[in-house]
């Protein structure tokens, strides 16, 4: 309510009721509440239920009390740091097990070799040439040079002439 | 270079921003700001000065952490700090189940001019008021804490509670008006209650 509303005439029980815990009051509503029961009933009820003013020892807490808060906000200072780095520290072991399960997702080990009973050799076919004549120099005889000797075509061979 | 013109304070909501990246001067600023405030408003609510101390310190220190928050919902920092510390006052009224003086705690020690009597009634009607008060509902109550013990205007006590200036009023309308009817119950002689 401001202080300017109050200097009507037509000042009411509403406007006094309000204005008083403001302090003083303005001529106007002071003419209303001097000539006004209720108002007068309200001002001494407020006046009533304002609290004693504050003993010296509620006059200490209130001095000290910047310094008490200071300790209680650094101490919760120093909680929230000590359960960030414990959430950082879970955060990294999570992550960590999460990179290796998707090593191990993408670079299999070996499947172990199956216990089973060794198959008997199937005899295989004659094969037309023996290996070992195959490959040994000192096996090959003119005779065989033959099989091995490749006809290349004389360099006219295929000219259409 | 010095400044003949003084600077405008530091709005609440900045010194909050600087609280919150370890800035200690501002830190003690806003305790300095609102501490006598707060304390009048939770002085009612409690029954030793120790317990004013707590309240007020779980009502700082909840307001420091949640500033951020009050900022981003553009909640002034003064109405969020009073919001939280009549809730905190609340709880531990509730909780610790605190009664009303008794009437001899109450009575005013300092000299009066006035009679013995007269200093008697008016004792007594200080304590019957005060009870009187703990019994209104509680939005009522609120409203009447904020107003007439923290002093805040009206506009900042709807901010506060979240509610409109107007009904902010209308519950303190009421609450002066039930407070004047219990007394007058109380007051009234034996027969014509």
Same mark, same amino acid.
Request: proline share 6%; aromatic share 6%; glycine share 4%.
């Given at each position: 309510?401001?202080?300017?509303?109050?200097?009507?005439?037509?000042?009411?029980?509403?406007?006094?009721?309000?204005?008083?815990?403001?302090?003083?009051?303005?001529?106007?509503?002071?003419?209303?509440?001097?000539?006004?029961?209720?108002?007068?009933?309200?001002?001494?009820?407020?006046?009533?239920?304002?609290?004693?003013?504050?003993?010296?020892?509620?006059?200490?807490?209130?001095?000290?009390?910047?310094?008490?808060?200071?300790?209680?906000?650094?101490?919760?200072?120093?909680?929230?740091?000590?359960?960030?780095?414990?959430?950082?520290?879970?955060?990294?072991?999570?992550?960590?097990?999460?990179?290796?399960?998707?090593?191990?997702?993408?670079?299999?080990?070996?499947?172990?070799?199956?216990?089973?009973?060794?198959?008997?050799?199937?005899?295989?076919?004659?094969?037309?040439?023996?290996?070992?004549?195959?490959?040994?120099?000192?096996?090959?005889?003119?005779?065989?040079?033959?099989?091995?000797?490749?006809?290349?075509?004389?360099?006219?061979?295929?000219?259409?002439? | 270079?010095?400044?003949?013109?003084?600077?405008?304070?530091?709005?609440? /909501?900045?010194?909050?921003?600087?609280?919150?990246?370890?800035?200690?001067?501002?830190?003690?600023?806003?305790?300095?700001?609102?501490?006598?405030?707060?304390?009048?408003?939770?002085?009612?609510?409690?029954?030793?000065? /120790?317990?004013?101390?707590?309240?007020?310190?779980?009502?700082?220190?909840?307001?420091?952490?949640?500033?951020?928050?009050?900022?981003?919902?553009?909640?002034?920092?003064?109405?969020?700090?009073?919001?939280?510390?009549?809730?905190?006052?609340?709880?531990?009224?509730?909780?610790?189940?605190?009664?009303?003086?008794?009437?001899?705690?109450?009575?005013?020690?300092?000299?009066?001019?006035?009679?013995?009597?007269?200093?008697?009634?008016?004792?007594?009607?200080?304590?019957?008021?005060?009870?009187?008060?703990?019994?209104?509902?509680?939005?009522?109550?609120? $409203?009447?804490?904020?107003? $007439?013990?923290?002093?805040?205007?009206?506009?900042?006590?709807?901010?506060?509670?979240?509610?409109?200036?107007?009904?902010?009023?209308?519950?303190?309308?009421?609450?002066?008006?039930?407070?004047?009817?219990?007394?007058?119950?109380?007051?009234?002689?034996?027969?014509?209650?």
């Amino acid at each position: 309510m401001k202080r300017d509303d109050l200097k009507r005439d037509d000042v009411t029980c509403d406007d006094v009721e309000l204005a008083l815990v403001d302090g003083p009051l303005s001529p106007e509503a002071d003419r209303h509440l001097q000539s006004c029961l209720t108002c007068q009933a309200s001002a001494a009820v407020l006046q009533a239920a304002e609290l004693d003013p504050p003993t010296p020892v509620e006059r200490a807490v209130v001095a000290t009390f910047a310094g008490r808060l200071s300790t209680a906000w650094r101490a919760r200072a120093a909680q929230r740091r000590v359960a960030r780095g414990a959430a950082g520290y879970g955060a990294a072991a999570a992550i960590g097990a999460l990179a290796a399960s998707m090593f191990f997702l993408f670079h299999p080990a070996e499947a172990p070799v199956p216990d089973v009973a060794p198959v008997a050799p199937v005899a295989l076919a004659q094969a037309d040439v023996s290996l070992d004549e195959w490959v040994s120099d000192e096996t090959v005889t003119a005779e065989d040079s033959e099989f091995f000797d490749v006809s290349w075509p004389a360099v006219s061979e295929g000219d259409s002439q | 270079m010095l400044s003949l013109v003084p600077s405008a304070p530091t709005s609440d /909501d900045t010194l909050c921003q600087a609280l919150l990246t370890g800035d200690r001067a501002a830190f003690g600023e806003l305790v300095r700001r609102h501490q006598d405030a707060v304390f009048r408003l939770v002085r009612r609510y409690v029954a030793t000065p /120790d317990d004013a101390a707590d309240v007020m310190q779980r009502a700082f220190l909840q307001a420091f952490e949640g500033a951020a928050a009050a900022s981003r919902r553009e909640v002034p920092f003064r109405a969020w700090l009073f919001r939280i510390a009549i809730n905190v006052a609340k709880n531990h009224s509730r909780d610790a189940r605190r009664w009303p003086r008794a009437p001899i705690d109450a009575l005013d020690t300092r000299a009066s001019a006035d009679s013995p009597l007269a200093s008697l009634e008016a004792a007594e009607l200080r304590a019957l008021t005060r009870q009187a008060v703990e019994t209104l509902p509680p939005r009522q109550r609120e $409203v009447f804490a904020l107003r $007439v013990d923290a002093g805040l205007p009206f506009a900042e006590v709807a901010v506060a509670l979240d509610i409109s200036e107007a009904n902010a009023k209308s519950h303190f309308h009421h609450a002066v008006k039930r407070l004047r009817d219990e007394v007058q119950r109380a007051t009234a002689p034996r027969g014509a209650q």
